[in-house]
């Protein structure tokens, strides 16, 4: 199993290389989860460049092109992360938060949403719309 993630894990790093290239990724960081509800596992990483935070979201299904968020550092901004995040969070997909429901979501069992903790600030949290057929992300 260990192979087969590093494998994905590297093929992710190469589609993000080629989609960003001037984004530092750290294979490190990559967590394997089912994030677009399929039944295929996708690929989650961050990266950086200066002064900006990226996240990478590879998809299993070939036709899928990959996904990249890029956040300022900047604590003055609701958008923004405080620092530099060191981890993803995985966990099962959860519809609600502190402030309701969350749009376009819809609970799936094997779907997985996941988090970058902020040392300094609020956590960025991500999930599949369904409904809307995207990744999405809230925080407080």
Known sequence: MKVAAAAQTARSDAALHKLNASVDWNVSSAEIADVDCDGKPDTVMLGFEKDKVAVGVVFAAPAGQPQIFVFPTRADRQEGFCSKPQRINVSPLECESDDGMLAGCKAVT??????????????????????HGTLTWWRR
Not at 111 to 127: E, L, R, V
């Open 110 to 131: 094997r779907c997985k949403a996941f988090s970058i903790p902020d040392n300094d600030c609020d956590a960025f949290n991500f999930y599949w719309a369904l409904t």
